[in-house]
């Protein structure tokens, strides 16, 4: 197996840092019965195992099993597409043949969640970024431009869609123009999506040393301002026995906060373009690495976009009371442009909910009634 991997330029297992051990994380009640149910149906097959897909390089799956780490690839009913085929963090059934070294998934287990994206294009095109994820970290980076309060929602909404619970991550908390500019951001988003969503900052290259940082200073007005500071708070979130995901654009820190989290440059990572401060598209697998004392975090690819179709149970977990509230507008099919009688209107002059979030609200439920014509699969034209 490993020389087709080579073949394949994968990298070899055994170079692979911080992969979870089998006990890291455990299937739910359900994935373990259904493997056993599996196995039963199979007369018991010594050959099949439980394991989970702990990293995708180019959709070529590597599993963790409690007997290995193993390169897989899918069993015909998934290879032709009559299955799903495996996510990072899917518990899966791998065959083990003893007179091979191919390692084959035959099953994928019924998934306790899916973090799900529209690709985009086309109507169905839908790519599953992870599955079975506790926490969706949603990472955007301070700095040169004006933070994207608009990205924040759009991927608080996909990741809440999802089941998972989500916190937003402030990066590159040094290159905020100022202690005072940092506290305005950590209000902003703690505006936008509610006193319950954790907001932290926090600078995942050590600023100790650099004079023109004050990272005291920037880890106070932080805290003034509701949100939490540092790489310690964000390890707080991450329970040992369960899965985090980092989501964000290119270029957003991803990899480095992990490594710094790691303490060792376990994933790679590059400078973003001077003109315009993009990534350049570092990471290319999907993998997991396990952060010591802490959870499982995986690590992916920056996403370029994440438009909404079909996340109606995201928008109403992240805006539940705006939702609350449109259902006073005088027409029921109210668009909240201006309409007489619209609740939301009336909410944000009353300052009973926060204009820029009422604003967030009507402009995803925009975008996504629009797409809802345009590329949802469930809606017939
Ligand atoms: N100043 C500063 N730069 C940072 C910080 N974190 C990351 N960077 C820089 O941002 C650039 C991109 O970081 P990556 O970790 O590769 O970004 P990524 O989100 O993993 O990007 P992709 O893998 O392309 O999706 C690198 O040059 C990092 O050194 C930070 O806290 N402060
Ligand atoms: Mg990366
Ligand atoms: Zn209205």
Not at 25 to 37: C, G, H, K, M, V
Not at 72 to 93: F, S, T
Not at 279 to 284: A, I, P, Q
Not at 339 to 356: H, K, N, Q
């Amino acid at each position: 197996m490993d020389d087709a991997a080579a073949m394949r330029g994968l990298p070899a297992l055994e170079s692979l840092a911080r992969v979870p051990a089998f006990d890291d994380l455990a299937p739910s009640e359900r994935q373990r019965s259904a493997f056993d149910a599996f196995v039963a149906a199979c007369d018991g097959d010594l050959e099949l195992e439980l394991g989970f897909v702990c990293r995708l390089d180019r959709n070529f799956p590597a599993v963790r099993c409690a007997s290995g780490l193993y390169r897989a690839e899918h069993a015909e009913r998934i290879y032709k597409g009559d299955l799903e085929r495996p996510a990072v963090g899917d518990w899966v059934v791998l065959r083990r043949p003893e007179a091979h070294d191919v390692a084959l998934i035959e099953e994928v287990l019924p998934r306790e969640q899916a973090l799900v994206r529209w690709r985009g294009s086309q109507r169905g095109d839908l790519q599953v970024l992870a599955a079975n994820v506790e926490l969706v970290l949603i990472a955007q980076p301070l700095g040169r431009e004006a933070l994207s309060l608009n990205r924040i929602a759009r991927s608080a909404v996909v990741a809440a869609d999802s089941g998972a619970e989500i916190a937003v991550l402030l990066t590159k908390a040094d290159r905020a123009a100022s202690s005072e500019e940092l506290a305005h951001d950590v209000a902003h988003v703690r505006a936008l999506l509610g006193e319950r969503v954790r907001v932290l900052a926090l600078c995942a290259l050590d600023a100790r040393e650099r004079e023109d940082v004050d990272v005291d200073a920037l880890a106070d007005a932080t805290v003034r301002a509701g949100g939490h500071f540092g790489l310690s708070s964000v390890r707080e979130l991450l329970a040992p026995q369960t899965t985090a995901l980092v989501l964000g654009e290119s270029g957003a820190g991803k990899s480095t906060l992990l490594n710094a989290l790691l303490g060792e440059a376990a994933l790679k990572t590059s400078s973003v373009r001077r003109s315009d401060d993009a990534g350049r598209h570092t990471t290319v697998a999907r993998r997991m690495v396990k952060v010591p004392d802490a959870g499982v975090v995986i690590d992916c690819p920056g996403l370029r976009n994440l438009p909404l179709v079909g996340h109606e149970s995201g928008l109403e977990k992240v805006f539940g009371d705006v939702m609350e509230r449109a259902w006073e507008c005088r027409f029921r099919d109210c668009t909240h442009h201006g309409e007489p009688g619209c609740a939301l209107a009336g909410a944000e002059e009353t300052g009973e909910l926060d204009p820029a979030r009422v604003e967030a609200y009507i402009s995803l439920a925009d975008e996504m009634r629009r797409h809802a014509t345009s590329l949802d699969p469930d809606v017939t034209l």
